[in-house]
């Protein structure tokens, strides 16, 4: 990812990811190589609020695409829908752009969700989709009651039915109404 978001090769991405490491600032996964994590949220919550609002939904959109290129089927990682949530949240924080592939991954990793009976997980993850319908202008009426309609069911089956109920039944002009 890191190599197809900078434009660097593989030997200075290692690196600049030794540096990291050594400096505190990472640590690798002593089980999976290329792996890497910040020693703490708050660092990266630090390194991430240094950017515009513009320029990290560049990085967001790039690193989705990154993703979306190493998914599809042919690629030499490919493993089609293992990080369906991933691209769902790269593309959700890409910004209104980019509306249309973060409800098109988020919904996908919704039924994901759904198929392995974790509707509180689709939940989240159509809350997503609808953020994303709802930024995009205008907004796309049938969409997004498509898309309320199956969180509704998800709340549903994980017995939150005031939930699901509340998702319709909200007044006129409140983040979770919509009209026809």
Not at 105 to 114: D, F, G, V
Not at 133 to 145: G, I, K, T
Request: with cysteine.
């Amino acid at each position: 990812i890191l190599m197809a978001t900078t434009g660097e090769g593989e030997d200075r991405v290692i690196e600049i990811l030794d540096a990291a490491v050594a400096a505190g600032l990472l640590d690798e996964s002593t089980e999976m190589p290329g792996r890497y994590a910040f020693i703490h949220a708050l660092l990266r919550s630090t390194l991430s609020s240094g950017l515009s609002l513009t320029r990290l939904a560049q990085v967001h959109r790039n690193i989705g695409e990154a993703i979306e290129r190493q998914a599809r089927p042919g690629a030499r990682q490919a493993r089609p829908g293992t990080r369906l949530g991933e691209m769902a949240w790269h593309f959700g924080h890409a910004g209104p752009a980019e509306s249309d592939r973060a409800i098109l991954y988020a919904t996908r990793a919704a039924a994901q969700a759904e198929a392995r009976l974790a509707y509180d997980e689709a939940v989240g993850f159509y809350e997503d989709a609808i953020r994303a319908c709802r930024s995009d202008e205008p907004v796309d009426q049938s969409e997004l009651a498509k898309l309320l309609l199956s969180r509704a069911e998800a709340e549903w089956r994980i017995g939150e039915l005031q939930k699901a109920g509340d998702t319709f039944f909200v007044p006129m002009g409140t983040p979770n109404s919509w009209t026809c």
